[in-house]
């Protein structure tokens, strides 16, 4: 049973402090991806669960037991590095076996847990090869190889997918989700790549300047944002946001168009500036809209460019003088200029205070 | 003419240059070698004579004369290589661990005045050898480790140290520093990460910092002239001198001195060869 503890976890580098007393529960088994934009203090918090940086306060605890003040070795974790880090005067087979090595385990079970390995992620055929030898996307699996060679209690990968190529980071995502299911280990993960968080997660953990600014489950942090920078950062394309007034039951956007307050809006004063936010999923064309129950919208708006995707196309349009993006489904081609009919979803839509940037739920 | 006529006449024209060029250089390098290794077969009236004569007879005569006793001409060439090599072997073999050891440090970790430690340690390069050999003879004179293989150790460590850890500073620094993290979270202790995994990957680099120690001690004569003086301790380039008298030089005796002492230099170059050429170019090289 390994759960992974932060309490009230700070670094500090001289004045400077990068993580800002962060608490955190992980479960056993359980997939947490650390994501924000970089300097967010992620990868930090990552090399502290590691014991690679010095803790400058608060606890860090790994299966009930306090390791602040132990060395990585006594943690009982593997690390996946970005750059890979495989050591690159020995073989394949040497890079797997060796933390077995260094725990002068028998040469018979190290040849064995070294299969193993090799056997879940195909390496078979390159156990004699030098990473000099290998292609990224192989380098990538012997660095997960040796990873899971010793059977850790928790995982550790930083950003382990953002050298590769667009095509095999896909690939390897996948394959780093079987092996989640299949060694059901702790794994704690870093990226900046909101789609590898949203993919891979149980949980996520969305940072921002050393502060932890939601932890949920991907759809929690897609569907219930607490605010405009989780809005704004989960999600492709991001959440439009167009500034306005609340007027009654009303939003007036930019002091033009007016549109209902969304019914799970919280409680807003007349007057009250707000940010209102949608998703492009929730901005249809009528007749190429996903038919859905709940209040809708209608909006007249012109085209201005259109980004096919196949399955669906991205359309730029202009909102009481704000950029936002719609999606149109079973798409036909639209040419820019073209005036069309839109169904805002407003049981989709979000408040935030203008302000604070907070959601205003209710 | 043709147009590709002409370019390919140029670029003829252009590789002939360059090879007489590239002959011209070698020769400027290689002849006084070459002199040295022919001269130490002539016999001295052959090495003297003008016009030269340019069909080289050959004689083992000076080879003979040197090991032969000392009334005969002879130098004590046997005393001379053990003093050689001891005094350049220790000074190598600690002028190494020192300068890892720093080197790695400068590489890795951070601490007050680094910068200024490094270049304090460059400017020490910049003081000529020969300009210390006065304050070095009094002060090891006084201490009463003049003419002792301790001493020319001791002087030469100093003389390599700096080079050595600027070097090898180079090689730790292309070294990614995940590399150890990932062996201490494979297990390893800081020093078991070393040896194991950073100090492997650096070999070349510091075979190629040991080469260059280790010639800079075998070939040094400034300071060996001065704190060196009786045949315990003199080293091979100071018993060079044995061959000068006060009108004469034997330059045959003084050539064979000089092939025994390439010798072992130009063996260990080879065998370490495939490492230094690869020390050399480590930073060329992209994992």
């Not at chain 1, 890979?84 to 797997?96: C, K």
């Not at chain 1, 993960?189 to 940072?207: C, F, G, K, S, W």
Request: hydrophobic residues 45%; aromatic residues 8%; charged residues 20%.
């Amino acid at each position: 049973m390994t759960e992974v503890t932060l309490s009230k976890v700070v670094k500090k580098y001289g004045q400077h402090q990068a993580v800002h007393g962060i608490d955190l529960d992980i479960q056993d088994g359980e997939f947490v991806v650390l994501v924000g934009p970089s300097g967010c203090g992620k990868s930090t918090t990552l090399r502290m669960i590691a014991g690679l940086e010095d803790i400058s306060g608060g606890d860090v605890t790994i299966g009930g037991r306090v390791v602040n003040d132990l060395p990585p070795r006594e943690r009982n974790i593997s690390m996946v590095f970005q750059n890979y880090a495989l050591y690159p005067h020995m073989t394949v087979r040497e890079n797997l076996g060796f933390s077995l090595k260094i725990a002068k385990r028998p040469e018979q079970e190290i040849v064995k847990a070294v299969d193993e390995a090799a056997g879940i992620l195909g390496l078979d055929e390159l156990m004699d090869r030098k990473p000099a030898a290998l292609s990224g996307g192989q380098r990538q699996r012997v660095a997960m190889g040796r990873a899971i060679v010793r059977h850790p209690d928790v995982f550790l990968f930083d950003e382990p997918l953002s050298n590769l190529d667009a095509k095999l980071r896909t690939q390897m995502r996948v394959e780093i989700k079987k092996l989640h299911q299949k060694v059901e280990s702790t794994i704690i993960y870093v990226t900046h790549d909101q789609v590898e968080a949203m993919t891979l997660a149980d949980r996520i953990v969305l940072m921002r300047d050393g502060h932890i600014v939601q932890v949920g489950t991907p759809l929690e942090l897609f569907n219930r944002p607490v605010d405009t920078f989780v809005a704004t950062f989960i999600g492709s394309p991001p959440m439009n946001l167009v500034d306005g007034v609340v007027q009654g039951e009303t939003i007036v956007l930019n002091g033009s168009i007016s549109v209902p307050l969304p019914v799970t809006a919280g409680p807003l004063t007349n007057g009250q500036a707000v940010k209102f936010g949608f998703r492009a999923d929730n901005l249809m064309p009528i007749g190429h809209a996903v038919e859905e129950e709940g209040a809708v919208h209608e909006l007249d708006l012109s085209v201005t460019l259109t980004e096919p995707l196949g399955t669906e196309t991205l359309l730029f349009t202009n909102l009481a003088g704000v950029e936002v993006q719609a999606k149109m489904f079973n798409p036909r081609p639209v040419t820019p200029g073209e005036q069309l009919q839109f169904r805002l979803m407003l049981d989709k839509c979000h408040v935030f205070d203008a302000k604070s940037g907070q959601a205003v739920r209710g | 003419m043709d147009r590709n006529q002409s370019h390919r006449n140029r670029r003829r024209v252009l590789k002939t240059l360059h090879l007489t060029a590239l002959f011209l250089t070698m020769m400027i390098i290689c002849i006084p070698g070459l002199w040295i290794v022919l001269n130490s077969f002539r016999p001295t009236v052959e090495i003297m004579a003008k016009p030269p004569v340019w069909v080289p007879s050959f004689t083992l005569d000076h080879y003979r004369a040197m090991f032969a006793g000392a009334g005969e001409g002879g130098v004590p060439v046997f005393s001379y290589f053990r003093n050689s090599l001891i005094v350049s072997v220790t000074s190598t073999l600690i002028a190494i661990l020192i300068g890892m050891s720093g080197g790695y440090a400068f590489a890795r970790y951070r601490f007050k005045g680094k910068n200024g430690y490094f270049v304090g340690l460059m400017l020490f390069r910049a003081v000529p050898g020969v300009a210390l050999s006065l304050p070095l003879f009094i002060v090891f004179a006084k201490v009463g480790i003049i003419d002792t293989h301790f001493g020319l150790i001791l002087a030469y460590v100093a003389m390599n140290v700096p080079f050595t850890i600027w070097l090898t500073d180079g090689f730790f620094r292309q070294i990614p520093k995940e590399l150890h993290e990932a062996a201490e979270i494979d297990g390893c202790t800081r020093w078991q990460a070393f040896w194991q995994v950073e100090f492997p990957v650096a070999r070349s680099g510091v075979a190629s910092a040991a080469i260059f120690a280790f010639l800079t001690s075998w070939n040094e004569f400034a300071l060996a002239s001065q704190l060196t003086r009786s045949v315990g301790s003199k080293t091979m380039p100071v018993g060079l001198l044995d061959f000068t008298a006060e009108f004469t030089i034997n330059w045959g005796g003084m050539c064979a001195l000089a092939v025994l002492m390439i010798v072992p230099a130009l063996i260990l170059t080879f065998i370490v060869q495939k490492h230094l050429i690869a020390g050399l170019t480590f930073g060329g090289v992209k994992g």
